[in-house]
């Protein structure tokens, strides 16, 4: 099992454009997360979604749309990218209503906007 | 509101010498928590809930419900003990991390 994947591994834009950080597990689980990672701020939650088909905003949303595809897949959609959203971006995965909620990690996605 | 916090950005330590990362948590009802850890180069992953009362690598956290903390311990860290270490709130359908701690273990 591969666990959590994410696409790409890094990537440079320029404001402005957009792009979709892909991500898909392959555990079944239901519950799928986009965080980003910030020196000093730690993980932020930007979106979630507790199950296919819903989806909800995290802490720090604005600038962001997420696509629950299907049960395997999330994806992180930034439509016109800022500098303030250059930053480290994993997915997690997890089946909430376990006894122990653990959350699975991607390897993350450096994303340097200039 | 639900908060985790980690008052320490960075904790430096020598080898041999006793750890203790600080967590602070504010939740209504009956937390669970967990403490995760992302060694250089390689993905967050979780290292223990408290839950399971367990020891991993050996560290170790007591859920303090008086003192809202769940600090993480060891009695003598090791040079492989340096990562970065956040603390984390299980809230409904996700969970709440703190900000993180580095750990760096001097030889």
């Known amino acids: 099992n591969a666990g959590v994947t994410q696409t790409p591994k890094f990537q440079v834009l320029k404001t402005g454009q957009s792009m979709t950080l892909q991500c898909a597990q392959d555990m079944n689980h239901n519950s799928m997360y986009w965080y980003r990672q910030d020196p000093g701020m730690g993980l932020r939650l930007i979106y979630y979604?507790?199950?296919?088909?819903?989806?909800d905003k995290g802490e720090v949303p604005n600038g962001y749309n997420v696509s629950r595809l299907n049960k395997r897949e999330f994806s992180l959609r930034l439509e016109s990218a800022a500098p303030s959203q250059t930053s480290v971006y994993f997915c997690?995965?997890?089946?909430?209503?376990?006894?122990?909620?653990?959350?699975?990690f991607g390897p993350g996605t450096r994303l340097t906007v200039l | 509101a639900q908060r985790v916090t980690q008052p320490e950005k960075l904790l430096s330590v020598f080898k041999g010498a006793p750890v203790e990362l600080k967590c602070n948590y504010s939740?209504?009802?009956?937390?669970?928590l967990f403490w995760y850890v992302q060694y250089s180069r390689q993905r967050l992953q979780l290292l223990l809930r408290?839950?399971s009362r367990e020891s991993i690598k050996g560290f170790t956290a007591d859920l303090n419900k008086g003192e809202t903390s769940f600090h993480l311990k060891k009695p003598f860290a090791q040079e492989e003990d340096s990562a970065m270490y956040y603390c984390?709130?299980?809230?409904?359908?996700?969970?709440?991390f703190g900000s993180g701690t580095r750990l760096s273990i001097r030889p």
């Open positions: 984390a709130l299980s809230s409904a359908s996700k969970i709440i």
């Open positions: 939740y209504s009802g009956s937390p669970e």
């Open positions: 979604s507790a199950s296919e088909g819903t989806t």
């Open positions: 997690a995965s997890s089946e909430l209503g376990s006894s122990y909620n653990e959350q699975f």
């Open positions: 408290h839950i």
